[in-house]
T-cell receptor, first 114, second 113 residues
Framework: GAGVSQSPSNKVTEKGKDVELRCDPI?????LYWYRQSLGQGLEFLIY????????KSGLPSDRFSAERTGGSVSTLTIQRTQQEDSAVYLC????????????FGPGTRLTVT | GENVEQHPSTLSVQEGDSAVIKCTYS??????FPWYKQELGKRPQLIID?????GEKKDQRIAVTLNKTAKHFSLHITETQPEDSAVYFC????????????FGQGTRLTINP
């Protein structure tokens, strides 16, 4: 079946603009994660959705970042008033219920803030 | 919350030699430890995982060992090949509950021909 998809694959935006990044998880996966990966760096956790539970937002770096997951499926990560330090690859991953289930990553969205 | 430390950050070995990457974790309740591999320009993929009821797990040339007392676990790659060159991430989580997976900082492994 189809894997995790993300759109757009690349996004160039001007500093101060808002951006929306989309993630389509694998059908039936109840857990969804967002990560940020700067060039050559590790996986920085942003937010975690698990079923109908309140999301774990502990990784969001500032109140300019928010995310929602509608109908337990598609998720959107929104960055308001983008800054140059927001430039990175944003990865989405989904898994079946539980942290011990394999996470399937999407191809990522490369965000460049000019 | 959980904190995972990974060492070294970079590792270079000769083709055919072994490579070892080590991780320590802080949450003594963590009992699930996967390893992900990210090749250049690609997405991370699970390569092996271990649960705390075993001390070692092998899959062909890769193995993972776990020391619960010391709260550390390691990835061992034997007879390294050029295709092993990648960034490797360890992670830890609790099996019970809706806890998130916490990743280490990653190790960039380079296999020299």
């Amino acid at each position: 079946g189809a894997g995790v998809s993300q759109s757009p694959s690349n996004k160039v935006t001007e500093k101060g603009k808002d951006v929306e990044l989309r993630c389509d998880p694998i059908s039936g996966h109840t857990a969804l994660y967002w990560y940020r990966q700067s060039l050559g760096q590790g996986l920085e956790f942003l937010i975690y959705f698990q079923g109908n539970s309140a999301p774990d937002k502990s990784g969001l770096p500032s109140d300019r970042f928010s995310a929602e997951r509608t109908g337990g499926s598609v998720s959107t990560l929104t960055i308001q008033r983008t800054q140059q330090e927001d430039s990175a690859v944003y990865l989405c991953a989904s898994s079946l219920t539980g942290a011990t289930r394999e996470q399937y990553f999407g191809p990522g969205t490369r965000l460049t803030v000019t | 919350g959980e904190n995972v430390e990974q060492h070294p950050s970079t590792l270079s070995v000769q083709e055919g030699d072994s490579a070892v990457i080590k991780c320590t974790y802080s949450d003594s309740a963590s009992n699930y430890f996967p390893w992900y591999k990210q090749e250049l320009g690609k997405r991370p993929q699970l390569i092996i995982d271990i649960r705390s009821n075993v001390g070692e797990k092998k899959d062909q040339r890769i193995a993972v060992t776990l020391n619960k007392t010391a709260k550390h676990f390691s990835l061992h790659i034997t007879e390294t090949q050029p295709e092993d060159s990648a960034v490797y991430f360890c992670a830890a989580a609790r099996i019970q509950g809706a806890q998130k997976l916490v990743f280490g900082q990653g190790t960039r492994l380079t296999i020299n021909p």
